[in-house]
């Protein structure tokens, strides 16, 4: 009797504990937590993360990345725009960028290896969780001396001189004299790179009052160039300058680029600076435009949240009840290359977004629809397979950010769309020594 009480007791305190346990969901995308107020004041070369497995601790990538008053990240290499533009210490725009799939098994703070404590000053733990569940927690940790990523390997590499993003996933090449356009893409397949974007093309298209002819400026009416960037454990950031050519260098327009790429993911978000306010000098219609061909090597198939250009043109779309972009939380582009899952995700400035059209869904034979062609004239004399259009005329003066994600994993769909503004991190305690 006594035996089998025994044996209920401790299968009743197993079960107690499993039921207490946290199912990990792997998450192998970045995580950024942008100006954690836990972490204010303290000196960003200093930090490093470690991750718990049940009983030992390791150390895992930990990038902290600054943003000036501005806006811009702090980056050291290059022009020096911005390599000494911020205090070195974190702060509400700073972000830390880690990696999904390091965070580890749940901890107490009793479970905090000792050497830990001695080696270091301070340390905060912190939980990563979303609507898909739970992916793990991180201790981040402040050591008393400096340059603590040394011995974390990178994630990318960035090769200034061939101009050339490398990771296990892809590799991306910028193109020397349009660096803003979308670079040359290939993915690893088996050792191999295989060519997944052949071709891109931009527009920004103006339509004026009445008095003033329309015009539309496209990509030979750019230069653009690598400014600066700075390479780190998780991700690399490249800054791309794009200024007006020739005799349009007379209007005060600059678009600035901070693209960052990651292991399986990069970001192109593209600044867009008005000195003037374009809700008041421009019309519906107004907008940047953008193209792309896929390479031959494999079929590329896809399919879109985004709505197709409206066929009686803007006016007519807004006048008949359209939506702004603010009433959906993305807009995406995803479709199948050969093995590769290819997700473009659209997102629009969230000041833009409440006086903006949504982005539209540019498909190939839109370039050929004369009824289109009339509505949006920009249309005739571009090319491609897929393409988004997000409207500027409503925008007013000020700087905005129109972004591109583009993701090349398996897990994209599941993880990045179902997560998408549920990503959420709880800072469970602080302690210091």
């Keep these: 009797m006594r035996s089998t009480l025994l044996v209920f007791v401790v299968l009743f305190w197993s079960c107690s504990l499993l039921a207490k346990a946290k199912v990990r969901v792997p998450y192998p995308f970045a995580v950024v937590l942008t100006g954690s107020v836990s972490l204010m004041g303290q000196p960003i070369d200093s930090l490093a993360a470690y991750a718990f497995d049940g009983s030992r601790w390791r150390r895992v990538a930990c990038q902290v990345d600054e943003r000036n008053r501005r806006g811009d990240y702090v980056l050291s290499e290059g022009l020096p725009y911005t390599s000494r533009s911020d205090d070195r210490l974190f702060d509400r725009n700073d972000e830390v960028a880690l990696w999904g799939t390091d965070f580890g098994a749940p901890f107490t703070s009793k479970q905090i290896d000792k050497k830990l404590r001695e080696g270091w000053k301070d340390f905060w733990h912190i939980s990563l969780n979303s609507d898909l569940g739970y992916h793990g927690d991180l201790l981040i940790v402040r050591e008393r001396s400096n340059n603590v990523q040394n011995s974390i390997k990178n994630m990318v590499y960035f090769d200034p001189l061939k101009k050339e993003i490398t990771s296990s996933e892809y590799y991306y090449r910028f193109k020397d004299a349009k660096a803003a356009l979308l670079g040359d893409l290939s993915v690893n397949v088996g050792g191999k790179r295989l060519p997944v974007i052949k071709r891109s093309q931009f527009t ?213 769309m179902s997560s998408v503004d549920s990503l959420r991190t709880n800072w469970l305690s602080t302690s210091s020594q």
């Design 204 to 416: 920004m298209n103006f339509e004026l009052p009445w008095y003033l002819p329309d015009f539309s400026l496209n990509d030979d009416n750019f230069s653009s160039e690598i400014e600066s960037w700075q390479v780190g454990p998780v991700r690399a950031i490249v800054a791309v300058g794009v200024k007006f050519r020739n005799f349009l260098k007379m209007f005060n327009f600059h678009m600035f680029s901070e693209l960052v790429f990651y292991q399986n993911s990069f970001r192109i978000p593209t600044i867009v600076e008005f000195p003037i306010d374009p809700s008041r000098h421009f019309q519906l219609g107004t907008g940047i435009a953008y193209t792309i061909d896929f390479s031959d090597e494999q079929h590329m198939s896809f399919n879109s949240n985004l709505k197709y250009l409206p066929a009686n043109g803007p006016k007519a779309y807004i006048e008949g009840g359209g939506e702004l972009a603010d009433t959906s939380p993305y807009y995406y582009i995803d479709g199948r290359f050969g093995e590769k899952l290819l997700l473009m995700k659209v997102e629009v400035d969230p000041k833009a977004a409440k006086t903006s059209m949504p982005p539209f869904l540019i498909r190939q034979q839109s370039f050929v629809d004369k009824n289109l062609i009339k509505q949006w004239p920009w249309l005739d004399g571009m090319s491609g397979e897929v393409g988004a259009f997000i409207d500027i005329s409503r925008v007013h003066k000020g700087s905005y950010d129109f972004s591109l994600d583009i993701f090349l994993s398996p897990e994209a769909n599941e993880k990045v």
